[in-house]
């Protein structure tokens, strides 16, 4: 396994959640790590709480001068970059009988070409380091939930690239893997406008059931597996379910 000590790690959506918990476990490693973000208060007060071996830098990874920006900073503060980590995504819910093409666009646009267009302008650093890409899916693609269809089918695109990325970038000693969350406590619902924080609460309290074991996951917990995938130097082309079972579809009838 790689070490993560002096590692050069780049986390989109990294002002919170899974992303802000994967930069704080990097760091506790020894790695230099820069994290992104649309709003440049949330990323630099994640910084500023981790120390001066997190980098805080402001983009959207939908706009390719903001990409550009991205890769450069993050080399500049690593010296090179080993790890990709795209996180950064949002919640798209849409009845099927109220699909409109620009909404449609827009989920496709933040949660899968975004991170498409990323890899490819981190890809020759990565190719210098033999270094990993590790996309962020869902168990979305495990569990059908009514109402979600936009967001599940861009998690499974995200699920189909990681395979043909690995194929591809496989020769080039580039690993790509993705993980896929189970139902974690972060900012995803609230970015969408979809519920209010007292909603997004009682709305993980009803879903703890689903899982196996009972409960929702941490992104302390989500960090640790994208870690594993970051270091695993023999491992390309995962979906790894980190899920509590919720992908199980346990029933207590």
């Not at 080993?82 to 933040?110: C, H, P, W």
């Not at 939930?145 to 496989?170: D, H, I």
């Amino acid at each position: 396994m790689r070490a993560i000590k002096d590692m050069s790690v780049l986390i989109t959506g990294g002002g919170s959640g899974i992303g802000a918990g994967c930069a704080e476990l990097f760091v506790e490693g020894g790695a230099k790590v820069t994290i992104t973000g649309r709003r440049l208060d949330k990323v630099t007060e994640v910084a500023k709480r981790i120390g001066s071996a997190c980098h805080a830098v402001a983009g959207d990874v939908t706009v390719e001068a903001d990409r550009e920006r991205m890769v450069a900073a993050a080399v500049a503060h690593g010296g090179k970059l080993d790890v990709l980590i795209n996180n950064a995504g949002s919640m798209y819910r849409q009845a099927v009988g109220a699909y409109t093409e620009e909404f449609l666009k827009e989920a496709f646009n933040t949660n899968v070409i975004s991170g498409m267009m990323l890899a490819s302008r981190a890809l020759p650093h990565l190719v210098t380091s033999q270094g990993a890409i590790i996309f962020v899916g869902s168990t979305h693609t495990r569990r059908a939930f009514p109402g979600a269809s936009p967001y599940a089918t861009t998690k499974a695109a995200v699920e189909g690239l990681t395979r043909v990325m690995a194929a591809e970038l496989g020769p080039q000693q580039v690993r790509v893997n993705c993980v896929l969350p189970g139902a974690v406590s972060t900012e995803l619902n609230l970015r969408a406008g979809l519920f209010n924080s007292e909603e997004a609460a009682a709305r993980y309290k009803a879903v703890a059931g689903l899982h196996a074991l009972g409960r929702i996951g941490t992104a302390r917990e989500l960090a640790e597996a994208i870690e594993f995938l970051s270091r695993a130097e023999w491992v390309t082309g995962v979906a790894l379910e980190v899920d509590g079972g919720i992908g199980l579809g346990v029933s207590n009838f």
